[in-house]
T-cell receptor, first 112, second 115 residues
């Protein structure tokens, strides 16, 4: 089964609206990250190793590793926020490798 | 902005042909990852390296894919005999440390189409 579940699958926002994206993990994890991907573009790290609540501009992540969940809040959405938001989990074992397991993303479309 | 450089940007191959793509990691990053992203947005980890040493790889990578990160040369991922199911975006990423809470820097990817 899917280890990383993201919701909603897609979202359409009116410019200026807020949104909350959810990420849930079905197994224990050591860490998680949030990424942003433009259509046809590379992934950009939004938050890495977040715990508790972290803010970067209009983005806020709230992560509770023990409860296997994280959310990403977008405030006052802008058209340039359109794209896919992906969360990923890490479960480093003794040998360590840094491998991440990704969710399938939430596709966000902001319209004027 | 990420300085991970992937080439080519697009690659079109016939079934059974070899497909090779390259990645130059961010300067000073010893850890390199390859991921496959299919049209359904599903990511699959393929392999990662620290310098020239393989850290972890999946079965598929062992059998039909080959990858290396030679010193002073770009890293590469090669599919020996392409199949239609290999059509995907291949993403290379690099980081400073081999732990999952380290920031990853991704390239733009190589979009492979196998006809």
């Amino acid at each position: 089964g899917q280890q990383v579940q993201q919701s909603p699958t897609s979202l359409v926002l009116q410019e200026g609206e807020n949104a909350e994206l959810q990420c849930n993990f079905s197994t224990s994890l050591n860490s998680m990250q949030w990424f942003y991907q433009r259509p046809g573009g590379s992934l950009v790290s939004v938050f890495y190793n977040p715990s508790g609540t972290k803010q970067s501009g209009r983005l806020t992540s709230t992560t509770v590793i023990k409860e296997r969940r994280s959310s990403l809040h977008i405030s006052s959405s802008q058209i340039t926020d359109s794209g896919t938001y992906l969360c990923a989990m890490g479960r480093d074992t003794g040998g360590l490798s840094g491998k991440l397991t990704f969710g399938e993303g939430t596709q966000v479309t902001v319209i004027s | 902005n990420s300085k991970v450089i992937q080439t080519p940007r697009y690659l079109v191959k016939g079934q059974g042909q070899k497909a090779k793509m390259r990645c130059i990691p961010e300067k000073g990053h010893p850890v390199v990852f390859w991921y496959q992203q299919n049209k359904n947005n599903e990511f699959k980890f393929l392999i990662n390296f620290q310098n020239q040493e393989v850290l972890q790889q999946i079965d598929m990578t062992e059998k039909r894919f080959s990858a290396e990160c030679p010193s002073n040369s770009p890293c590469s991922l090669e599919i020996q005999s392409s199949e239609a199911g290999d059509s995907a975006l291949y993403l290379c990423a690099s980081s400073l440390r081999r732990v999952s809470n380290e920031r990853l820097f991704f390239g733009h990817g190589t979009k492979l189409s196998v006809l």
